[in-house]
Structure formats: C-alpha cells, structure tokens
C-alpha cells in the first residue's frame, strides 16, 4: 500500500509540474492558457478512448506540448524542409523537458523500460506506428485535433477550398490506427454536421 501511496504521488506531483510549466504560456485560447488547456483535452481525449492507458502514457499524452510556445515556427525557415525541422526540434525538446520534470517529481531511469524513459519515447514519436505507446499518443492528438482545433483551423483558412481540407483530413486519418479511426466514426465526437460530412469524404 505505502508503494502505491508513493507511486500516486509521483504521478501526481509530474502532472503538476506540467500544468505549471503549461500555464506560463503567454497565449489565451478560451480565457485559458493555450497550451494548458490542449494538455487537458489530450487527457480528457485519452480517458474516453483508451480509458485503461498506464501511467506512461498518461504523462506523455499531458507533456505532449509542454512549452511549445517558447520554440516559434518563425524561428525556421518557411520551407517544407524548415518545417520538418521545426517539428523534430520540438520533438526532443518536449520529450528533454518532461523527462527533466518526470526527474524532479521522483522517476528514475534507472532500467531500458521504465516510465520516464517511456514517456521520453512517445513524446519524442520515436518508432511511430511500431511504438504502441507512441501510436497511442498520435491517436489522441488526431482526435483532438478533429473535435477541437479543425473548426477554428478552416475558419483561419478562408482560401483554403474543401479539396485542401478533405486533404488535411486525410493526412491526419493516415497518421491514426484503425481503433482511432473507428473511434472518430462512431460519434464519440462532438462535431457539427459539416465537419461529418467533410470526414466522411475524406476517408470514403
């Protein structure tokens, strides 16, 4: 009993140093700090699809963006090369940081399987689509993603026709397993009627 008290506690204790970390961010999305509020709906995202993810999972689906305003895509090039780098930088700069905190909270890496350096790997998408703990975590983003962020992203994108959205759509569809894929059909979303529609074209 005493080591799961100290196992709870520890998990406790990391996921605070995340929201802490997360509430810094200067920018506001629903009143809230933005990158605070995307780590709360990835959680609450994971525990209606994959109520039983383990604690690692748990921590990296919470750390998946933690501090990502402190590295601006400006601070790359405008390319699709400068892009990818951008996106590889953030990669291991979350996956660093969460492990540092995951440390100060009283994880050890202290043997090849453990939790932190778990959550380490499916922050930083290592072994995406043979990782099942970092296909999970891609699963969660592309869910929250859809129900959240697409509506306010085409109505950012005013010249962006339903042929580049239908291709957005798919291109977050491939990166998903096929349980996120029925999960996102099954109306477990909260989507308006349009956005149904445009997925159902996308993936037909």
Known sequence: MKELTESAARFARAMALFDAVNREDPNQDEGQPKE??????????????????????????RAQH?????????????????Y??????????????????????????????????RTQAAIAKRRLKHNPDSQL?????????????????????????EEKWIDIIRKTWQKMSDNAHQFAVSGALCLPEQYVALIARAIS
């Open 36 to 61: 605070l509020l995307y780590s709360q709906r990835m959680s609450e995202m994971l525990h209606r699809y994959a109520p039983d993810a383990d604690e690692a999972v748990q921590l990296a689906v």
């Open 66 to 82: 933690i501090r990502r305003w402190s590295v601006p895509r400006s601070d790359y090039p405008l390319t699709k090369e400068g």
């Open 84 to 117: 990818f780098q951008w996106r590889t930088g953030l990669y291991r700069m979350h996956a660093e940081l969460a492990g540092t905190l995951m440390q100060q909270a009283g994880y050890a890496a202290d043997r090849t399987e453990s939790t932190l350096e």
């Open 137 to 161: 975590l891609e699963d969660v983003a592309g869910l929250v993603f859809i129900e959240h962020y697409m509506a306010s992203f085409v109505a950012s994108k005013p010249d962006y026709d």
